[in-house]
């Protein structure tokens, strides 16, 4: 069976730092894109980052842009999504998704792209 999980959420003031994983079974991650979406309260889901698949190549929210990082240990079929100077308005549900959809810059916030989706886990930013 495909798994995504995704865990590492948590309670964290403004300011400070959380680190996200997303770990993969049931398919072959190296040729997968594993993205990350979230979706505050009230809000649409909407795109985080994205890493491509094999070596990676990342691309990232403006809003996030400088302060999160996507990286891939492809041996552990996992993805970290490190979250640094978060806010208030990064409080959402995390989700972690995966394509096998060739991703390009026009493309890696679609979610109709992503095959495979993971349960969330909620970060909280209070300020």
């Known amino acids: 069976d495909v798994q995504l999980q995704a865990s590492g959420g948590g309670v964290v003031q403004a300011g400070g730092s959380l680190r996200l994983s997303c770990a993969a079974s049931?398919?072959?991650?190296?040729?997968?894109?594993i993205g990350w979406f979230r979706q505050a309260p009230g809000k649409e889901r909407e795109g985080v980052g994205c890493?491509?698949?094999?070596?990676?190549?990342?691309f990232y929210r403006n809003s996030v842009k400088g302060r999160f990082t996507i990286s891939r240990d492809n041996a552990k079929n996992t993805v970290h999504l490190q979250m640094n100077r978060l806010r208030p308005e990064d409080t959402a549900v995390y989700f972690c998704a995966a394509t096998s959809v060739r991703i390009i810059l026009s493309t890696w916030d679609l979610e109709y792209n992503y095959n495979y989706w993971g349960q969330g886990t909620q970060v909280t930013v209070s300020s």
């Open positions: 890493i491509r698949s094999g070596i990676g190549g990342t």
């Open positions: 049931g398919f072959t991650f190296d040729d997968y894109a």
